[in-house]
T-cell receptor, first 117, second 112 residues
């Protein structure tokens, strides 16, 4: 089945640090990848849609300069949280769709638990 | 706009049935169902497309009522492993690159 790998699984760092999270599709090519944030006992909130070779599309209210997204290849997208602060602490999850398109599901990575001290 | 799921939570005894609903105010192209266990990533269950589809996988099935813009997930003869939070994700227009908006989730607990 379709496998999406996300790294790292968890990060603890000091306020002001920038953190980079990688999302890889291991056995399929993903034209589009998605980044979500999830707070405890809440839903998955879409942050941005990442398209290979072009700029990401951010959802309303998401700061582009704070959450930098790069989708350099059909198998890799990265999310960088710049100058992270305690309020950025959350569970960040990526997902990817097979480039064959059509009625394909999103396959999720295992998520990254980010704690900013 | 976020779809609305109901109920918010449900507790079942093993072997009982449950229905989870997902309603949208927008015209939908597809509805996706996922289950998430605590601390883990969501796991894909099934996709339903407009046209009134109904799908099933073992004892979990779902339907999509295009007129009502509503999907329902049916869990029959529930097992302990069904416990988790169920999310519906809705796609309102084709060619939006598969962007999904998720409901607030339904927490399902199956007790022995």
């Amino acid at each position: 089945g379709a496998v999406v790998s996300q790294h790292p699984s968890w990060v603890i760092c000091k306020s002001g640090t920038s953190v980079k999270i990688e999302c890889r599709s291991l056995d399929f090519q993903a034209t589009t990848m998605f980044w979500y944030r999830q707070f405890p006992k809440q839903s998955l909130m879409l942050m941005a849609t990442s398209n290979e070779g072009s700029k990401a599309t951010y959802e309303q209210g998401v700061e582009k300069d704070k959450f930098l997204i790069n989708h350099a290849s059909l198998t890799l997208s990265t999310l960088t949280v710049t100058s992270a602060h305690p309020e950025d602490s959350s569970f960040y999850i990526c997902s990817a769709r097979d480039r064959t398109g059509g009625r394909q599901p999103q396959h999720f990575g295992d998520g990254t638990r980010l704690s900013i001290l | 706009q976020q779809p609305v799921q109901s109920p918010q939570a449900v507790i079942l005894r093993e072997g009982e049935d449950a229905v989870i609903n997902c309603s949208s105010s927008k015209a939908l192209y597809s509805v996706h169902w996922y289950r998430q266990k605590h601390g883990e990533a969501p796991v894909f269950l099934m996709i339903l497309l407009k046209g009134g589809e109904q799908k099933g996988h073992e004892k979990i099935s779902a339907s999509f009522n295009e007129k009502k813009q509503q999907s329902s997930l049916y869990l029959t003869a529930s097992q302990l492993s069904y416990s988790g939070t169920y999310f519906c994700g809705t796609e309102s227009t084709y060619n939006q690159g598969g962007k999904l908006i998720f409901g607030q989730g339904t927490e399902l607990s199956v007790k022995p």
